[in-house]
Nanobody, 115 residues
């Protein structure tokens, strides 16, 4: 049974930084493609960033140059470093893991950017 647990969300002022973490319980973490998604109130869930097992990354245009996704396969953990946060980054952030045809989601962590 694969489980994902996110942490690191919170309240931050515009221009501030947060680092989200997501731990996957299970084996073969390095074979999973991992991603961060977000959902703002009244909007659809959207992809923020993804990283393959080999470390190849893709970012949404809205976060390029501000967010960095990384993974530590020894710790079964994927990170999202978020810098220069903006009001529009406010959302619930979800961790996603994909292996072959299976997709898993975490429970989400709230990120609120407010002055």
């Amino acid at each position: 049974q694969v489980q994902l647990v996110e942490s690191g969300g919170g309240l931050v002022q515009p221009g501030g930084s947060l680092r989200l973490s997501c731990v996957l319980s299970g084996s073969m973490f390095s074979t999973y493609a991992m991603g961060w998604y977000r959902q703002a109130p009244g909007k659809q869930r959207e992809v923020v960033a993804t990283i393959t097992g080999a470390g190849n990354t893709i970012y949404a245009d809205s976060v390029k140059g501000r967010f960095t996704i990384s993974r530590d396969n020894a710790k079964n953990t994927v990170y999202l470093q978020m810098n220069n946060l903006k009001f529009e980054d406010t959302a619930v952030y979800y961790c996603n893991a994909i292996f072959r045809l299976s997709s898993y989601w975490g429970q989400g962590t709230q990120v609120t950017v407010s002055s």
